[in-house]
């Protein structure tokens, strides 16, 4: 635990998001509302992107995608200033919290069909946490 990163083509998601399930199961009410203001592209760039951070966060705080914590637990949205901010709920920040990670910050890239994301939990002082 501690650091977590994620890497995505962006046509590995093209068959899922189109499927009401699994944008359920993976994406929050507000990324899915970002996702459709933007152009058809860059939605899809958007929403794969979301899925890279989402990993990268899971496995930063020691869970990965299975383990009883479901990607739409994490949100991944802009702050004003355009900056990723990731906020967790239900078992993902108790499990969050039980390990000692009080903050979650993620960087994301895209490029060249690819979206990339590293994530980093950090403690209550604000310090990375020890990986495991």
């Given at each position: 635990?501690?650091?977590?990163?994620?890497?995505?083509?962006?046509?590995?998601?093209?068959?899922?998001?189109?499927?009401?399930?699994?944008?359920?199961?993976?994406?929050?009410?507000?990324?899915?509302?970002?996702?459709?203001?933007?152009?058809?592209?860059?939605?899809?760039?958007?929403l794969a992107g979301r899925f890279a951070a989402k990993e990268?966060?899971?496995?930063?705080?020691?869970?990965?995608?299975?383990?009883?914590?479901?990607?739409?637990?994490?949100?991944?949205?802009?702050?004003?200033?355009?900056?990723?901010?990731?906020?967790?709920?239900?078992?993902?920040?108790?499990?969050a919290s039980a390990a000692g990670v009080s903050e979650v910050?993620?960087?994301?890239?895209?490029?060249?069909?690819?979206?990339?994301?590293?994530?980093?939990?950090?403690?209550?002082?604000?310090?990375?946490?020890?990986?495991?």
């Open positions: 635990m501690g650091v977590g990163v994620d890497l995505v083509q962006l046509g590995e998601l093209d068959r899922l998001l189109g499927r009401d399930w699994f944008r359920a199961f993976v994406y929050t009410d507000r990324e899915l509302g970002v996702a459709a203001g933007f152009g058809p592209d860059r939605a899809r760039e958007f990268a966060v899971l496995k930063a705080i020691g869970t990965g995608m299975t383990g009883g914590v479901r990607p739409c637990q994490v949100s991944v949205l802009p702050s004003d200033r355009g900056v990723p901010v990731v906020r967790l709920a239900g078992p993902a920040a108790e499990r910050r993620v960087s994301l890239s895209h490029k060249r069909g690819l979206a990339f994301a590293v994530a980093l939990a950090l403690d209550d002082a604000g310090r990375p946490m020890a990986t495991a």
